[in-house]
């Protein structure tokens, strides 16, 4: 009786939880392929029984002038930014990981724990707080609407989340190793590179994770940092809006923004469900 | 392969403390080119870090480290030279036995050939030659023992070889096999080798030489007879040999040792200085011997107990307040209840505050 109790209860739970994560999704499918007078008639769902398919709100997306705004450069630029500042981000990130995991550092009062304070600190702080200053200087050095300004500007943004988790992840690793390595004959840098690293692949993994999607979606630098050269995806997809809601074609360009992030996402679960995460060390 | 120095070493891990505890107290000593030391201490003594001072994991926080007299004390380990095993199995886990194994030749850049060769030849001493291209990660905590143990000794040409409590996890027989073949790489390579260990037997049968520590104090170095015969304190007899060393409570009066209720000779070649106080009689379990009447030597006691061990067997006798315990051979006879223990007087070692009296 309660075992039945229970796993009512349980499937209730997931079915709702479901729902909520799935139907979303399914309306943003079954509109990407309407028109507005499929639209007005109410919720349906089943094509061609309940409305009639289109690709117009597919079309839209990679026509350009007219009645049409193109996504592709922008989708081209954001994936640019955004592996671009990752990259950078994990590199700069897992050194300076390393460094605060394994060594001490003291600056006057400032020690190591205060470093890492600083580091994500920045994410602390309300994105309006930093958008001004990185709106001069920017335009300082004549880097507004351009990739290379917004490239730094996420990496600012994204090398505290990798040096966070990837200090955490260090920390994880026994001491033993590296003291170990040193025995071997490495110096502290081979040790890194020999040993250290590629038994941190999963952190890198996550680490990395964490940048795209944060990078990923995006909006408010995107916004504030460009104006017509230079246009992400998130910008291009607000921009589809216009005195009449195209709800077909902003539900397509969601779908398409959405799916690198699914794929990864099933790429990574796989890596990390394979055994790589387990045992690394000892 | 050289002569290791410890010069006025003492550590601290608390250097901000304002009392610091120190984990290492101040010491001179001294390791001979190619000799096997064992490393004896209760948990928590200061040997692994005694090690890593060694090694160079750990910088003392006084004192230097000479290797034939040439000062280490500030070079970074790879620098020194030193192949250590660790108190519990590291070994690279994305790497298959053979690279473990290679490891060091590989960052000292061996050129393949004699990689391969060494390798070979450590893999047939620890019984690893099947496992060689497994993923290291696949093993048992004794195979990872002894591929740390081979990473140790895959090199021939280190400065030493340290062993911190190397074999805890391997079983008894296994145990028994390594512990001879590193004493023949020993005489073969007259590699300097130190091991760490807590078990006495461990440290008799593998050193030439055994360095005693307590507490961060190094208390007696000797070979095993030294520490068996002459425990320089009370420490080492409790410590060495089974079972403990006797120690019993007496007093310097008419010339004569009072023990227990009787007297015994002092014996010859002692000088015990006007005033010695807390003096105490040491004498090995296997060294009192039962008597049938009454000599210079002897004391009145009571059979209290007697304990089999197979090769041997432990009689317990009570001498007034005092416990006396005698190793005996298995077939010895003994008295039903009252008996002359004899305590022959070139075996007898005198403690004055826990300290060996010198004996001339
Ligand atoms: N990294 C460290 N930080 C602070 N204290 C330490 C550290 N390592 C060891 N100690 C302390 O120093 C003392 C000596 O430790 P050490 O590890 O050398 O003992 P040990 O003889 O190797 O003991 P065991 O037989 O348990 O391995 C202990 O009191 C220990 O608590
Ligand atoms: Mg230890």
Redesign the interface.
């Known amino acids: 009786m309660m075992r039945t109790t229970y796993l009512l209860l349980k499937y209730t739970a997931i079915l709702i939880w479901s729902s909520f994560v799935v139907l979303p999704f399914l309306w943003a499918l079954t509109t990407s392929f309407k028109t507005a007078h499929g639209i007005t008639s109410g919720a349906t769902y089943i094509p061609w029984l309940q409305y009639e398919p289109s690709l117009e709100g597919w079309k839209v997306l990679v026509r350009t002038g007219g009645a049409g705004i193109n996504i592709v450069q922008p989708y081209i630029s954001s994936m640019v930014v955004t592996v671009g500042a990752s990259l950078i981000s994990l590199a700069l990130g897992t050194l300076a990981a390393y460094g605060l995991s394994r060594f001490t550092y003291r600056l006057g009062f400032i020690k190591n724990s205060d470093i890492r304070f600083f580091f994500i600190s920045q994410r602390i702080m309300p994105p309006i707080v930093l958008a001004i200053p990185f709106f001069l200087m920017l335009q300082y050095f004549g880097l507004l609407d351009s990739i290379i300004g917004l490239i730094i500007v996420y990496i600012a943004l994204l090398l505290p989340i990798a040096t966070w988790v990837m200090v955490d992840f260090f920390n994880n690793i026994?001491r033993?190793?590296d003291?170990?390595?040193?025995?071997?004959?490495?110096?502290p840098i081979?040790a890194f590179f020999?040993?250290i690293l590629?038994?941190s692949l999963p952190g890198i993994v996550v680490a990395g994770l964490f940048c795209l999607i944060f990078g990923w979606n995006d909006f408010f630098f995107a916004f504030i940092l460009t104006f017509t050269k230079t246009q992400l995806l998130p910008v291009a997809v607000v921009a589809l809006n216009s005195s009449v809601t195209p709800w077909w074609s902003l539900s397509a360009s969601a779908l398409v923004s959405v799916a690198p992030l699914v794929i990864i996402a099933f790429v990574v679960e796989r890596f990390l469900s394979s055994g790589n995460m387990a045992?690394?060390?000892? | 392969m050289a002569m290791i120095e410890l010069s006025h070493i003492a550590h601290t891990y608390e250097p901000t403390a304002v009392t610091p505890a120190y984990a290492l107290e101040k010491l001179n000593l001294v390791w001979n080119d190619g000799g096997t030391y064992a490393l004896l201490g209760p948990s928590g003594c200061g040997k692994t870090t005694m090690l890593n001072i060694i090694s160079g994991l750990v910088r003392p926080s006084q004192g230097r480290v000479l290797f034939d007299h040439v000062d280490f004390t500030d070079f970074p380990t790879p620098k020194r030279n030193i192949a250590q095993v660790f108190q519990f199995p590291v070994v690279y886990t994305l790497m298959s036995v053979e690279d473990n194994l290679a490891f060091p030749l590989i960052c000292r850049h061996v050129p393949k050939a004699e990689r391969q060769r060494r390798v070979r030849e450590v893999a047939e001493l620890l019984n690893l030659t099947d496992k060689l291209s497994k993923p290291a990660l696949k093993l048992a905590a004794d195979e990872k023992q002894l591929i740390s143990l081979g990473r140790g000794l895959v090199r021939n040409d280190v400065t030493a070889l340290l062993m911190d409590e190397p074999l805890t996890v391997i079983d008894p027989q296994m145990k028994f096999e390594i512990r001879r073949k590193l004493k023949k790489i020993n005489e073969l390579y007259a590699l300097t080798m130190v091991y760490v260990t807590h078990d006495q037997t461990e440290a008799m049968t593998f050193a030439d030489t055994i360095v005693v520590m307590n507490e961060g104090k190094v208390v007696q170095i000797g070979t095993p007879q030294d520490l068996y015969n002459r425990p320089q304190t009370t420490y080492v007899g409790y410590f060495v040999g089974s079972p403990a060393m006797n120690f019993i409570k007496c007093t310097i009066d008419d010339g004569k040792l009072q023990i227990a209720g009787g007297a015994i000779p002092v014996p010859p070649g002692l000088s015990i200085p006007a005033g010695t106080e807390n003096l105490q009689l040491g004498i090995r379990p296997s060294n009192v011997k039962l008597g049938t009447s009454r000599c210079e030597q002897s004391l009145r006691g009571t059979v209290q107990r007697v304990q089999e061990f197979g090769n041997y067997r432990v009689v317990t006798v009570a001498v007034k307040d005092e416990l006396l315990r005698l190793k005996l051979a298995p077939g010895a006879e003994i008295p039903a209840l009252d008996t002359w223990v004899v305590l022959p007087e070139d075996r007898i070692c005198l403690y004055a505050d826990d300290e060996l009296l010198a004996q001339k």
Request: hydrophobic share 40%; charged share 25%.
């Open positions: 026994l033993e190793i003291e170990m390595a040193t025995i071997d004959g490495c110096n081979g020999r040993v590629p038994n045992g690394a060390i000892r």
